[in-house]
């Protein structure tokens, strides 16, 4: 057996009990689980002060003398230890609260010791709480460094083992390793990079001598844990790459060029075109194309994927765009089939209220090949929808669609479409490589020229008559009012009070029959959501007040002024959708985020953020530092985000490098045969098995 897969009872120092919570509270069951037990943070021990010599500018000292004398003082919760330390220049006391009978027994009067610890200072005295203390001839040999700090729980600390008694178990296990940890990079990798061997950083990243063996250490491991994710990542996209050939559409022909140069209404933004240029290179050979279009609210992204489906349509195919509502799919068609009317192709659209007799007539015409274009919603899934030749799937909104839904569009063909997933959810760079690693990604990151920035204005109540008598300005200009409140699962009975109060006090300022409001919240029956929907989207109603279910995509350009209530409660890359739920005419906009009086500092990041700025990438960021990866891609429980030492916060730099070696490495060695890459094959075979659960194949 593998001496890191010894089980940990073994272990010096450890023994059944200890064995037991390492098990419970820390999953340690082996010699690798402890040694992968990665130090929080680290002090510095590096310094032997003197004790005359100790300021209140030094965090952390560490001083070697002996301990004189010591007493109890105080009685009950007051009790404590105090020894009198002392080395060559003077004199300090060491004060315990805790485990006090454990320390008197141990303390020998006679040893010398290095005490280490955090300085207080109180009436011109210096003392240490708490301090580590150790017999210096017992102490680890190399005890000059950087030393680990590690998580325990109550249950361990109680045994001893608190961080300080997990670095001793470390300091035991560390002799076993010598020439026993694989390497898992190949030479030519650490060279480049100047990378230290893995033995080395896995021991050095609990013990180093200095800052700089650390930092080597940190990021040699960051750059494994990285690497082999990319790995995984890249090859499995390759293998799908070989595995599915795609409808090659070789040519683009008649509808892609007259659309584009009769009909296109404006020149497109260079992003536009370097997108286009993306898909078009995938799609030409026998690929199956697999890619992710991210681009902010407005960016553009209707044009492309009407562009990508002329180009099926030019190869004798058909495509279809599938939107998350009915309110969506019903407005692309109407914009597709406005864009489109001069040209002779046959847009129709299908959703869940499609009506039986026209729903067959459809599919018919679906499977004989006669509707080049389909829009519709997830009615598309249903079985009974099938093509004649499907070439190419848009997915719009990508995020109310799972993976699930996505593989099943696949199964509508002999050899899958290509897909060109859509989302308006910019993400930073380093998650999206992370969880979206085995799509290709395209990225519109410029808006079509001319927009007016949306002004964002942070109020509170009592700015409210303000606000009122503003809305009413805006009405007067004929433009139209969103007023959106929170809904939040946990309290939805509230939620909805709120808003049919808030609903209460508009209709109150703002009443019939001058003005016309509607509501829409997730309690209503969709049929009524479609009629309020419909009204505001044809201008019938000023203003709309409404849940987050207008939150994706609705597209109303005369609307004007959205108007957040309880920002605070919004997370924000929801305020971002809402707000981009404005700004969309040739009017000015606005966006005001209404709060109350006590906003947490986190909620006042967040509503700073959005007044400082309109960039969905930069919100994107701020929001992936406030609430971690896990949070911010709700994926938390599928594993792909819980790095043991990396941080896609601040490893992007260490994650590009990643990437781009395990890429360059499989254009050469897919199958990391090469002898060069032995020790990479070596190690990625177990990685990939127990990945292979969650991977995810579009
Ligand atoms: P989104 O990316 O949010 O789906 P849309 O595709 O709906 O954005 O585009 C938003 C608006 O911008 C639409 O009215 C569209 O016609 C317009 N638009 C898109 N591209 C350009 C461009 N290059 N120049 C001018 N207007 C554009
Ligand atoms: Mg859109």
């Not at 942070?458 to 809305?471: A, E, V, Y």
């Not at 109150?508 to 009524?528: C, N, Y």
């Not at 909620?603 to 994107?620: E, H, P, Q, S, Y």
Request: aromatic share 8%; net charge positive.
């Amino acid at each position: 057996m593998h001496v890191l897969s010894t089980p940990i009872e073994y272990l010096k120092g450890v023994g059944p009990i200890r064995a037991e919570l390492l098990r419970k509270d820390l999953r340690i069951f082996t010699y690798e689980d402890l040694l992968m037990h990665f130090p929080f943070r680290y002090v510095d021990k590096s310094n032997i002060h003197s004790i005359s010599s100790v300021n209140e500018e030094i965090s952390y000292v560490q001083f070697k003398g002996k301990i004189v004398k010591f007493e109890e003082k105080g009685a009950k919760r007051s009790k404590r230890l105090i020894a009198r330390f002392r080395d060559s220049s003077g004199e300090i006391e060491l004060i315990w609260f805790k485990s006090i009978k454990w320390i008197k027994s141990s303390i020998n009067l006679d040893k010398e010791y290095l005490v280490f610890g955090k300085p207080s200072f109180f009436g011109g005295k210096v003392n240490l709480v708490h301090p580590d203390l150790d017999v210096i001839e017992d102490s680890v040999k190399d005890f000059r460094g950087l030393h680990g700090v590690y998580s325990s729980t109550e249950k361990l600390i109680n045994k001893g083992l608190n961080s300080r008694g997990l670095s001793k178990l470390i300091a035991n296990l560390i002799p076993f390793l010598q020439n026993s940890i694989d390497e898992s990079l190949s030479d030519i990798i650490m060279k480049k990079y100047k990378l230290p061997r893995k033995q080395d950083a896995l021991i050095n990243i609990h013990l180093s001598k200095d800052l700089k063996e650390l930092e080597r250490s940190q990021k040699r491991l960051k750059f494994e844990e990285l690497f082999f994710l990319q790995l995984h990542l890249i090859k499995t996209k390759i293998i799908r790459n070989n595995k599915f050939i795609g409808y090659p559409l070789s040519h683009l022909g008649e509808n892609f060029n007259t659309y584009f140069k009769n009909h296109l209404k404006f020149e497109l933004t260079n992003a536009q075109k370097k997108v286009i240029k993306e898909i078009r290179l995938d799609v030409k050979n026998n690929k199956q194309m697999n890619r992710l279009l991210q681009g902010d609210v407005g960016s553009g992204k209707t044009v492309v994927a009407l562009l990508s489906m002329l180009m099926a349509l030019d190869n004798g195919f058909q495509a279809c765009i599938m939107a998350p509502t009915e309110i969506l799919a019903q407005q692309h068609f109407t914009s597709i089939s406005e864009e489109l009317k001069e040209m002779n192709i046959i847009v129709d659209i299908l959703t869940g209220s499609k009506k039986t007799k026209s729903r067959r007539e459809l599919i018919e015409n679906l499977e004989n090949g006669k509707i080049q274009i389909l829009v519709g919603t997830h009615a598309l899934l249903e079985d009974y929808v099938k093509f004649n030749n499907l070439g190419l799937v848009v997915i719009d909104e990508q995020h109310r669609f799972g993976v699930a839904q996505r593989a099943k569009l696949w199964k509508k063909n002999k050899f899958p479409p290509h897909i060109l997933v859509m989302t308006a959810t910019p993400i930073p760079r380093t998650l999206s490589m992370t969880i979206y690693g085995d799509l290709d990604i395209s990225i519109i990151d410029e808006l079509p020229p001319g927009r007016k920035v949306i002004q964002t204005l942070w109020r509170s109540d009592s700015s409210r008559l303000n606000i009122i008598r503003f809305m009413r300005e805006q009405i007067n200009l004929e433009r139209q009012i969103y007023i959106v409140f929170p809904l939040i699962d946990e309290s939805a009975k509230l939620d909805y009070k709120n808003l049919i109060e808030g609903y209460d006090s508009v209709v109150r300022e703002f009443p019939l029959p001058e003005f016309q409001v509607s509501v829409v919240h997730g309690q209503m029956k969709s049929a009524d959501k479609e009629y309020e929907m419909n009204r505001f989207v044809s201008g019938l109603t000023n203003i709309m007040v409404a849940t987050t279910v207008i939150e994706v995509g609705v597209n109303v350009p005369n609307a004007s002024v959205m108007i957040i209530e309880s920002a605070e409660r919004f997370g924000l890359s929801q305020l971002h959708q809402l707000r981009g739920r404005v700004g969309r005419g040739a009017s000015q906009s606005y966006c005001v985020l209404m709060s109350g009086n006590k906003v947490s500092n986190e909620g006042k990041t967040r509503l700073k953020t959005m007044v400082d700025t309109n960039d969905g990438f930069k919100i994107a960021e701020v929001d992936l530092k406030l609430r971690g990866p896990g949070d911010m891609m709700g994926t938390k429980q599928s594993g792909i985000l819980d790095f043991k030492i990396a941080d896609l916060l601040t490893d992007g730099k260490i994650l590009a490098f990643a990437r781009k070696e395990a890429d360059e490495l499989l254009k050469d060695d897919i199958e990391l045969l090469k002898s060069e890459n032995i020790n990479i094959a070596r190690f990625y075979r177990p990685y990939a098995r127990e990945r292979m659960g969650w991977s995810r194949i579009s």
